[in-house]
């Protein structure tokens, strides 16, 4: 009886060691092309927001509780630009992410979403090329923008950034994950202190969703942003 317990605990740590052995190898075979794959996301985000660059030095700083990573690019030993590596937890459908490249000066060059699970139809069109929100900002210095208690804001908040139809939510959203971007070059282009972005994606008193059921774009249910 021990004898045959004793067989079975072998073959038993046998297989767990296979097994792992396995397990280990299939990591280290998925591992680097995990990580390049990473690696040419991140640099085509990047290539997205910026101008020619082939350099760049990241800095992460902490805003709000959340990382926010800002590529400072050169080219030739030059200043070319700031890609920020920005988010926003108040996105409809959850968490969305962004980079956003500034000019020297804080011009806005270009916004690319990277990640959102906003409505299909609706939200989602803020990873459109040339959407309402981007047009609101891309070309422009933010602090010539009109701003409320110092930030972008869309116009239902008082601001001048244009919302995406029937997705106000989504477009406060985007436009708060376009702050703490800016917050965040500022700490680094010009040395500001950062401080955590008050949040504009929450709903305005009144909002339940982020339109009413009316309009064209309405979805079937009520179920629109």
Known sequence: MKSTLLNMTAVLFGITLVASAGVGAVNMITAEPIAQAEQAAKTAALNGVLPAFDETAAETLTIDEMPI???????????????????????????????????????????????????????????????????????????????????????????????LTAATISSRAYVDAINRAWMAYKSVATGATPTDVSSGATSAAGDTAEEQTSGPEAQEGGQNE
Do not use: C, H
């Open 69 to 163: 990573t800002v590529y400072t690019a050169t080219k030739g030993g030059q200043l070319a630009g700031y890609a920020v590596e920005s988010m926003t937890k108040n996105g409809f459908g959850g968490a969305i992410n962004m980079m956003v490249g500034f000019t020297p000066d804080g011009e806005v060059i270009n916004v690319n979403v990277l990640k959102q699970a906003e409505t299909p139809g609706l939200g989602t069109k803020m990873a459109d090329a040339d959407n309402v929100l981007l047009r609101s900002v891309k070309g422009q210095k933010l602090e010539e923008k009109k701003l409320v208690n110092g930030k972008l804001a869309v116009a239902k908040d008082g601001g001048d950034v244009d919302a």
